[in-house]
């Protein structure tokens, strides 16, 4: 069993940055892959990136790659979420998420955090 809780969510205007944090307690973390999905408002919930066990491979929605950047911190058993150039459409609820399958944590990883809030105003 994995714990997740995400934090570093709030109010940024549009063209900030914000870092998202997602703190794993239970098992160890390092067994695990980790991804970062979001729920905008009156929209389907969709994969944002994935990091493997390892932190070698990281893949990200097209969309996404080249101003979002997932990464780990082993010593802090932390996975973090680094979104730059931030659009009003990025508003969401971020959910961090955990599993042991790389080939599903981008539609069905095993365990969820509860979500933290990111509005990005206009």
């Known amino acids: 069993q994995v714990q997740l809780v995400e934090s570093g969510g709030g109010l940024v205007q549009a063209g900030g940055s914000l870092r998202l944090s997602c703190a794993a307690s239970?098992?160890?973390?390092?067994?695990?892959?980790a991804a970062w999905f979001r729920r905008a408002p009156g929209k389907e919930r969709e994969f944002v990136a994935r990091?493997?066990?390892?932190?070698?491979?990281?893949t990200y929605a097209g969309s996404l790659k080249g101003r979002f950047t997932i990464s780990r911190d082993y010593g802090k058993n932390t996975v973090y979420l680094q979104m730059n150039s931030l659009h009003a459409d990025d508003t969401a609820v971020y959910y961090c998420?955990?599993?042991?399958?790389?080939?599903?944590?981008?539609?069905?990883?095993?365990?969820w955090g509860q979500g933290t809030q990111v509005t990005v105003s206009s």
């Open positions: 990091i493997n066990m390892n932190g070698i491979t990281a």
């Open positions: 998420a955990a599993g042991t399958n790389w080939n599903t944590m981008a539609s069905a990883p095993h365990y």
């Open positions: 239970g098992r160890t973390f390092n067994s695990y892959h």
